[in-house]
């Protein structure tokens, strides 16, 4: 397995162009082709009371032709970088299309989609605050999320898993395959569930022998639960020097309604280094 077809997301937010960067490297080291989705949003619709005609209603589109401006500016954009980085093939889509709609969809069709965290502290005009959590659950496909703050040129070198025994974990390390291999070092940990988990050495025998078949030379590191399990894999990430963390993306269904696991959240919402989730 390797990642023959990358799809990272343009937006107009101040941190696509490290997100470029990051693909670019990636896109290159693998020998991928490099898709970037610029979706345009769908343009808003205002309601005004027409006063010279008694009891109508006139319906206001925005401009749609700024919306694709915009979005083709980005795709510019994005070629110009690509071609900077050397990057073999690449190609740029304007989409008509909401920007989750959009990436979900041309999303399925690749071996990596690449997003960028929500900054609650600065939102990107058409970017959807639960947009990672929504790629992450539709799109069938591994998603890298890239931080909102600091610098990644690059990502793979310095490796942590999170593992549990759960189908989400299990994918997760299979998605990530490409770039266990490459690594200088992974580290498997598995945070214990109880106090009185003592973590038996027999439970990562079987994932370390699968990941040595990949050639993939691993060391498992059972951590007690000191904290919650979100807070405890990013200390140990900070501790160990990591530049991607790899994690199961868990979620169930509450009537008509997706809701990520509490761990899940709490990486989304405070990563600091990237963070490949598998759902």
Request: aromatic fraction near 4%.
């Amino acid at each position: 397995m390797s990642y023959k077809t990358l799809l990272v997301h343009l937006d107009a937010g101040p941190r696509c162009a490290a997100r470029i960067a990051l693909a670019c490297d990636l896109a290159a080291r693998f020998d991928s082709r490099l898709v970037a989705v610029a979706p345009t949003g769908l343009p808003d619709l205002i309601l005004s009371i027409n006063s010279a005609v008694p009891d109508s209603l006139e319906c206001i589109a925005l401009p749609a032709a700024s919306l694709r401006e915009r979005a083709q500016a980005l795709a510019r954009d994005f070629e110009q970088r690509c071609s900077a980085a050397r990057v073999g093939s690449f190609e740029s889509r304007v989409v008509v299309d909401e920007a989750i709609d959009a990436v979900v969809r041309h999303g399925r069709c690749s071996d990596l989609v690449i997003v960028g965290q929500r900054d609650p502290g600065a939102p990107v005009e058409g970017v959807a605050s639960d947009f990672p959590q929504q790629v992450l659950l539709h799109a069938g496909t591994p998603v890298l999320i890239v931080p909102h703050s600091g610098s990644f040129a690059s990502v793979g070198q310095r490796v942590l898993i999170a593992w549990q025994e759960k189908a989400e974990a299990t994918r997760a390390i299979r998605d990530a395959l490409p770039l266990l291999r490459i690594a200088e070092r992974v580290v498997l940990c598995e945070i214990a569930e109880s106090e009185a988990d003592d973590g038996p050495a027999e439970r990562f025998e079987s994932v370390l022998l699968w990941l040595a078949t990949h050639g993939v030379h691993a060391k498992a590191q059972h951590e007690p639960k000191t904290a919650g399990v979100g807070d405890k894999l990013l200390s140990l990430a900070a501790d160990l020097g990591v530049d991607l963390i790899v994690a199961g993306g868990y979620g169930h269904s509450r009537l008509r309604e997706w809701v990520l696991g509490g761990t899940t959240r709490h990486l989304l919402e405070h990563m600091t280094v990237p963070t490949l989730l598998s759902h």
